[in-house]
C-alpha cells in the first residue's frame, strides 16, 4: 500500500511538473531591448533605434518618446544586434563612446537595458574612438561572453553552493530550491520598488529573510518529515510540490510580466580593454567571490565546519559524538536560503526579476553541483564557473536558444570520465 502511495504520487508530481512547465513556457514571452536617451540631463526624442538577429533580419524598431524611452519587444531570447540610427539624432550630439552598434544577449522572460551615452559633438574628432574591424569585434564578442560566463557562474555558485550543502546533510535533492532564489529576488523587489528602500539596504534584508525562511522550512516542514522518517524519494517528489505552490504564490503576488530595480538598471560601462563592462557587475562579482570563499573556508577551518562536515559523512556516528544533527541541518538550510537569496538578488540586477526566474536555472544549478561533485563547496563553485562559461562562449556557435545545451554537453562529458564529478570523491559501491 504504501509503495502505491509513493507511486501515485510520483505520478502526480510529473503531471503537475509537465503543467507547471508548459504553463511557465506560455507566461515567458517578456522579452525585449529597451532604454533611455538623455543628453546633459535631458531626454532625447525622435531618434531610431533598429534591432535585428544574428543573421541579420529585423527584429523590430522603435523611436524615443518625449521621455527619452524606447522599447523593442523581442520574439524569444538570443543575441541582437542593436543600432542607433546617429543620422536621427539632434544636431550637435553624438554617441560618446562612438559606438552606435551594440551586440546583447537577452535572456529568456527578460527585458535587457540597453546603454547609449550621448553627449556633445565636442567629443567627435581626431580624438574619437575609430571604429572597429572585423578582428577586434570578434575578439571582443569571445571576451565580453567570455566575462559574462564567469559573471553568470559566481551568481549560479550562490545557488549552487546552498543546495550542495543541503545534499551533503540530508541527502535531498530540493527541486524547490528555484524558489528560494526567486524568494530572495521578489523580497527585494518589494521593499526596494513597492517600499522605496534603497537596493543595497532591500538586498540585505532579502539575504537575512531568506536565511530565515531556510531555517523554518526545515523547522516546521523538513524537519517533521525528517522525524517521520520519510524516505529521501518521497520528500523529493514532495520538493517538487513545494515548488510549483511557491512558484505560483509569487505570480499571483507579483505577476507574470518581468520586472527592474529602482536602482542600478542602467549604468554606464567602464572599457576594460575591448569589452565595456557596468560598475554593478564588478561590484557583484566581488561580493560573490568574498562570499563563497568566506562560506568554503568556514567549512573547512571552524568548529561549526568541521561539526557540518560529520554531519555530512556520518550523521549517526555525528549524533554518538554529542553533535545535535538537527540543529546543524537547519543551520545548514539558514546558509542555504540566504545563499540562495543572494544569488536571486543578483540574478535579479543582472537580467530582472521573474516569477520564474529560480525554475529557468535550477537545471543549471544541478548541473554545477553534479559537475562539480556532489556534497562539496568547493566543487559546486568550479563546477557552476565551468557551466556559466560553457553556456554562454557555446553561442559562438550555436543558437543562442540551444546555449544550455553546451553546459549540458560539458557535464555529460565529464561524468562519463569521472563520475564522482570534478572534485567528488570516488565511493565504493557493496
Not at 526545515?218 to 518529515?225: H, I, V
Not at 554606464?268 to 563592462?277: A, C, K, L
Not at 566581488?286 to 568566506?294: E, F, N, Q, T, Y
Not at 553561442?395 to 565529464?414: H, Q, S
Request: aromatic share 8%.
Amino acid at each position: 500500500m504504501r509503495r502505491a502511495v509513493i507511486i501515485f504520487t510520483a505520478v502526480l508530481g510529473f503531471l503537475f511538473t509537465s503543467l507547471g512547465f508548459g504553463a511557465t513556457s506560455a507566461l515567458a514571452e517578456g522579452e525585449a531591448l529597451q532604454g533611455t536617451l538623455i543628453n546633459a540631463g535631458q531626454p532625447v526624442a525622435g531618434v531610431v533605434i533598429k534591432v535585428s538577429d544574428e543573421g541579420g533580419t529585423s527584429a523590430g524598431e522603435a523611436k524615443s518618446g518625449a521621455d527619452g524611452k524606447w522599447a523593442v519587444p523581442l520574439k524569444a531570447a538570443g543575441t541582437y544586434k542593436v543600432d542607433l540610427d546617429t543620422a536621427t539624432l539632434p544636431q550637435g550630439v553624438v554617441v560618446t563612446t562612438g559606438r552606435s552598434s551594440l551586440t546583447l544577449t537577452v535572456f529568456e522572460g527578460a527585458a535587457r537595458n540597453v546603454l547609449f551615452p550621448l553627449g556633445a559633438s565636442a567629443t567627435s574628432g581626431p580624438g574619437a574612438p575609430a571604429p572597429e574591424d572585423d578582428g577586434n569585434s570578434s575578439l571582443a564578442r569571445v571576451l565580453d561572453l567570455a566575462y559574462t560566463g564567469i559573471h553568470f557562474g559566481l551568481i549560479i555558485a550562490l545557488a549552487a553552493l546552498g543546495l550542495s550543502l543541503i545534499f551533503g546533510t540530508m541527502g535531498l535533492t530540493n527541486f524547490a530550491h528555484g524558489e528560494l532564489i526567486t524568494f530572495g529576488a521578489v523580497i527585494c523587489l518589494l521593499f526596494n520598488v513597492s517600499w522605496g528602500m534603497p537596493l543595497e539596504i532591500a538586498a540585505i534584508v532579502a539575504v537575512v529573510l531568506g536565511g530565515v525562511f531556510g531555517y523554518f522550512q526545515d523547522r516546521f516542514f523538513w524537519g517533521w518529515l525528517r522525524n517521520r522518517r520519510t524516505g529521501l524519494i518521497g520528500m523529493m517528489i514532495i520538493s517538487i510540490g513545494l515548488a510549483l505552490i511557491l512558484r505560483y504564490i509569487y505570480l499571483w503576488v507579483f505577476g507574470g510580466t518581468t520586472q527592474q530595480y529602482a536602482q542600478y538598471v542602467a549604468q554606464p560601462g567602464i572599457e576594460i580593454g575591448p569589452i565595456s563592462v557596468a560598475p554593478k557587475n564588478l561590484i557583484m562579482d566581488g561580493i560573490a567571490i568574498v562570499v563563497l570563499i568566506g562560506v568554503s573556508l568556514a567549512l573547512v577551518m571552524t568548529r561549526l565546519g568541521k561539526a557540518t562536515r560529520a554531519v555530512s559523512t556520518n550523521p549517526a556516528l555525528a549524533a554518538a559524538s554529542g553533535i545535535s544533527v538537527d540543529s546543524i541541518i537547519r543551520l545548514v538550510w539558514a546558509i542555504g536560503g540566504a545563499l540562495a537569496a543572494l544569488s536571486g538578488v543578483m540574478l535579479g540586477v543582472f537580467q530582472g526579476v521573474n516569477y520564474q526566474m529560480g525554475f529557468q536555472i535550477l537545471l543549471l544549478v544541478f548541473a554545477a553541483v553534479t559537475l562539480g561533485g556532489l556534497g562539496t563547496a568547493f566543487g559546486a563553485l568550479l563546477g557552476s564557473l565551468v557551466v556559466g562559461l560553457a553556456t554562454q562562449l557555446s553561442t559562438l556557435w550555436i543558437p543562442t536558444e540551444l546555449k544550455n545545451v553546451g553546459a549540458l554537453v560539458v557535464l555529460i562529458v565529464i561524468i562519463l570520465v569521472r563520475p564522482q564529478g570534478i572534485l567528488g570523491r570516488r565511493e565504493r559501491i557493496g
